[in-house]
Structures are given as structure tokens and as C-alpha cells.
């Protein structure tokens, strides 16, 4: 058993150095971080998978341990498609240590203010943790699931910038969610996604002459998307 582990990691891992495999554990829990200690207090509805997750749930009625990996499946099957089986064995690595970085914030009391009475600082601050925490983690050639899969192959399949692509998304659901959730949630929710997608853009197009991260493939990055061409 422990061997089957070992190569699987190995697998997973074949590509990357040490830094980078440190880069996407520190993204992961910074995402995290943001997620439990801000979204999950303040109730801030999101776009993307999770979003999709709730809108199926509340008009259909479908469980969402049932609907959110058959969402992740269909998002990484179009990344494969056009990100390429390194970008999916990546994903892996930080999909999974996302959830382990989660679980630990778990175990310990929640480490900021309550901010429900403050949705305004609530949306900025859990847009900046969740932009950071990702764009680490897309910067290293991963994603934190389905929703970084879907906006990075819509951003290679029609050369927008990346930030555009995640706007594009979030954007569709919360439009949608607003057929059973309250305009001044969806408003906050909004900046959320906003601050987020821009620093995710910014972070993962930062061009790092030293060391440039083991992105979905070295080849020269298109000036418009931040992505490989």
C-alpha cells in the first residue's frame, strides 16, 4: 500500500521541483484560509462549480456530494482537452492538498473577526485570499478544481485573459443565482469574484525569469491570455 502511494505521488509529481510542490502547498492554504475563515462565516455565495452546485440543488433538488464531482469531471475533461495531462496530474496534487489544508483550518478556531455585520471588507478580504491562494497554485500549472480548470480552457480556447475568463463564469452563475438568492448577496459576491479574478490573472501571468513555474507547458506565453500558447 505504501509503495502504490509513493509512485502514485511520484506520478503526480513528475515535473515538478521541490519549491514548486512547496508554492502549491502555501496557495492551497492560503485559499483555504480565506475559505473557512471568511466565505464560510459571512455566507458569501459563490460562482463557478460551487455555484452551479447550489443552483442545481435548490431548482432540482440534486444532492451536492452527487452534482459537484460530476461538474469537476465535465470542467477537467475540457482542461485535458486543451490544458494537457500534466495540468490534470498537477490539479491533482493541489486539488489534495487543498482539501488537507481545509481540514486543518478546521481543527482550529476560526482565526479572524466575524465580519457578517462588515460585507463590504468580507467580500475584499475573502476575494484576496481566494485570488492569492489560487493564483499560486494556476501560477504552478494546478488548479483548485473544476472552476480553474473551466476558466483557464475557456481562456486558451478563445485567448481572453485569464481574469476575463473567470468573470465570464462566475458572473453566468451569479446571474443565475439570482433567481433564488437576494440582489445584496449576490452584490457582495460579486466584488468577491472580482478582486479574486483580477489577482488570480495578475499572479499567474507574473513573469519570473529565475524559475518559471512548470505551467501547463514552457512554451512561450501569449502577450493576451497570461497562458502558454
Given at each position: 500500500?505504501?509503495?502504490?502511494?509513493?509512485?502514485?505521488?511520484?506520478?503526480?509529481?513528475?515535473?515538478?521541483?521541490?519549491?514548486?510542490?512547496?508554492?502549491?502547498?502555501?496557495?492551497?492554504?492560503?485559499?483555504?484560509?480565506?475559505?473557512?475563515?471568511?466565505?464560510?462565516?459571512?455566507?458569501?455565495?459563490?460562482?463557478?462549480?460551487?455555484?452551479?452546485?447550489?443552483?442545481?440543488?435548490?431548482?432540482?433538488?440534486?444532492?451536492?456530494?452527487l452534482i459537484t464531482p460530476v461538474l469537476d469531471v465535465a470542467?477537467?475533461?475540457?482542461?485535458?482537452?486543451?490544458?494537457?495531462?500534466?495540468?490534470?496530474?498537477?490539479?491533482?496534487?493541489?486539488?489534495?492538498?487543498?482539501?488537507?489544508?481545509?481540514?486543518?483550518?478546521?481543527?482550529?478556531?476560526?482565526?479572524?473577526?466575524?465580519?457578517?455585520?462588515?460585507?463590504?471588507a468580507a467580500a475584499l478580504l475573502g476575494g484576496a485570499f481566494?485570488?492569492?491562494?489560487?493564483?499560486?497554485?494556476?501560477?504552478?500549472?494546478?488548479?483548485?478544481?473544476?472552476?480553474?480548470?473551466?476558466?483557464?480552457?475557456?481562456?486558451?480556447?478563445?485567448?481572453?485573459?485569464?481574469?476575463?475568463?473567470?468573470?465570464?463564469?462566475?458572473?453566468?452563475?451569479?446571474?443565475?443565482?439570482?433567481?433564488?438568492?437576494?440582489?445584496?448577496?449576490?452584490?457582495?459576491?460579486?466584488?468577491?469574484?472580482?478582486?479574486?479574478?483580477?489577482?488570480?490573472?495578475?499572479?499567474?501571468?507574473?513573469?519570473?525569469?529565475?524559475?518559471?513555474?512548470?505551467?501547463?507547458?514552457?512554451?512561450?506565453?501569449?502577450?493576451?491570455?497570461?497562458?502558454?500558447?
Amino acid at each position: 500500500m505504501k509503495t502504490t502511494i509513493t509512485k502514485f505521488f511520484k506520478k503526480i509529481t513528475e515535473g515538478l521541483t521541490v519549491k514548486h510542490v512547496l508554492f502549491i502547498m502555501a496557495g492551497a492554504a492560503i485559499y483555504s484560509f480565506g475559505i473557512h475563515n471568511i466565505h464560510q462565516r459571512v455566507d458569501i455565495t459563490e460562482g463557478g462549480v460551487i455555484g452551479l452546485m447550489l443552483l442545481a440543488e435548490h431548482w432540482l433538488g440534486f444532492s451536492p456530494a452527487l452534482i459537484t464531482p460530476v461538474l469537476d469531471v465535465a470542467c477537467y475533461l475540457l482542461a485535458f482537452r486543451y490544458l494537457g495531462k500534466k495540468f490534470i496530474r498537477t490539479s491533482i496534487l493541489s486539488t489534495a492538498c487543498v482539501s488537507l489544508c481545509y481540514g486543518i483550518w478546521e481543527r482550529f478556531p476560526f482565526l479572524l473577526p466575524d465580519l457578517s455585520d462588515h460585507p463590504l471588507a468580507a467580500a475584499l478580504l475573502g476575494g484576496a485570499f481566494v485570488g492569492a491562494g489560487v493564483g499560486i497554485i494556476v501560477r504552478q500549472g494546478g488548479s483548485s478544481g473544476g472552476d480553474d480548470a473551466l476558466a483557464l480552457a475557456i481562456s486558451r480556447i478563445s485567448h481572453c485573459r485569464l481574469s476575463k475568463a473567470y468573470l465570464f463564469t462566475d458572473i453566468t452563475v451569479l446571474l443565475l443565482s439570482l433567481s433564488y438568492i437576494p440582489l445584496q448577496r449576490i452584490a457582495f459576491s460579486l466584488i468577491t469574484v472580482t478582486v479574486s479574478s483580477l489577482l488570480i490573472d495578475r499572479i499567474a501571468d507574473f513573469h519570473s525569469t529565475s524559475d518559471p513555474a512548470p505551467s501547463h507547458n514552457r512554451r512561450s506565453r501569449n502577450s493576451d491570455t497570461g497562458l502558454p500558447d
